[in-house]
């Protein structure tokens, strides 16, 4: 790369890592204060939410990247052409390609890193997740007991425990339990223990008794210094983990295995994520794109770039979102899906017509008319 070409591609490199790293840090925090109930009402440690938040950045930074590259080719651009380095490069005959090539290579690395995270990193990053939060949601020893306080984790069923030692053995427990015809069941011990047998959780107690209504109305109490509670039932808990589309790689959105019936009944949602997995990352080159038609289309402008530049925002804006209406609209008519990839091959197109072509960029306010010149004495 010769040297004028490193230059301006540094000058395009930073703003844009610099602009990444801040709307990430960002998102971030945006995500961290979404998930604060996941620390504190179920009691998970700052180990485990800071993990979540961590698998989760791989999305953030599909999502964020081109909006990156956008702002840091605006800001780099009009500063490089107002301080005329861009017209010093084309006096010193380096041709328009030349000056736009390291921005195209940047848009080009952007795109390559969405499509590396897209097809595998997120599909791996958010599979881990959704596996500790499954392990977070089935840690029965925090969502059913808290120690000095009723709980309810299941409809229907009440739990009280006066404390968990430091063994994991629950002191004074008191479980209610109503059934769907109004039957209710009470079981109380001095302590339980959490374990399991073949899989399913069991709750093991000892010295209490266990108090039923019978079907007669009588009531029925049974005193037990041993007694198994088999957990899987009465909270409702499902083995397993359904990944999500999110969670998905490439064929498993392509080439749904239509044996399943969820995937079978969700067809036409696995191929508009697909499509959008392929599409998202070019917007990166579109962004850039439209980023070189505000500055270097049309002619120079001694005023400054203002209006291009907030044209070529307001532009991105509206290519994204035609973007996300294309994938929903997708997902209920599979046909749509080659539409997914329009706004950002239109936007390159345009904009490479634009500055290659050297066309003229339309006017975004009335010229105003030139002052008359002076009188001849």
């Not at 399991?196 to 039923?212: D, E, F, H, K």
């Not at 359904?242 to 749904?256: A, N, T, V």
């Not at 499509?275 to 794109?289: D, E």
């Amino acid at each position: 790369m010769p040297l004028i070409e490193r230059y301006l591609f540094r000058q395009l490199f930073w703003p844009t890592v610099a602009a990444t790293a801040a709307l990430t840090v960002v998102a971030i925090l945006s995500e961290a204060v979404s998930s604060l109930r996941f620390l504190i009402s179920d009691r998970e440690s700052a180990l485990v939410f800071a993990k979540v938040i961590l698998l989760a950045t791989p999305q953030l930074l599909v999502l964020i990247l081109p909006i990156a590259v956008l702002v840091a080719g605006l800001m780099a651009l009009n500063r490089l052409h107002t301080e005329n380095e861009i017209v010093i490069c084309f006096a010193g005959g380096a041709s328009r390609w030349r000056v736009i090539s390291p921005a195209i290579r940047l848009a080009v690395l952007a795109t390559l890193l969405s499509f590396v995270v897209t097809f595998w990193i997120q599909p791996l990053s958010f599979r881990a997740m959704r596996d500790t939060l499954e392990a977070a949601r089935t840690d029965l020893l925090t969502s059913l007991v808290r120690p000095g306080a009723f709980t309810h984790p299941a409809p229907g069923l009440t739990v009280y425990a006066q404390s968990v030692d430091a063994n994991g053995v629950i002191h004074n427990l008191f479980i209610d339990h109503r059934a769907e015809g109004g039957r209710d069941t009470t079981i109380t011990a001095l302590e339980g223990r959490l374990t399991s047998r073949r899989g399913a959780p069991i709750l093991m107690m000892t010295r209490g008794a266990n108090a039923r209504y019978s079907e007669a109305g009588g009531l029925d109490l049974l005193s037990f210094d041993a007694y198994a509670l088999d957990l899987k039932d009465l909270l409702g808990t499902q083995g397993g983990v359904r990944y999500k589309l999110s969670d998905r790689y490439p064929h498993e959105l392509f080439f749904p295995d239509r044996r399943i019936a969820w995937d079978a009944q969700h067809v036409g949602d696995l191929l508009a994520e697909g499509h959008a997995r392929i599409a998202a990352p070019l917007y990166n080159l579109a962004f850039m794109s439209l980023a070189l038609a505000a500055i270097l289309g049309g002619a120079f402008s001694r005023m400054g770039y203002g209006g291009r530049i907030a044209a070529a925002s307001a532009a991105a804006l509206g290519l994204r979102v035609t973007g996300l209406a294309v994938q929903a609209a997708a997902a209920h008519s599979p046909g749509l899906n080659p539409l997914q990839y329009a706004p950002p091959l239109a936007a390159v197109g345009l904009a490479a017509a634009l500055v290659l072509l050297d066309l003229p960029v339309p006017a975004l306010l009335p010229a105003r008319p030139a002052p008359p010149l002076p009188a001849a004495v």
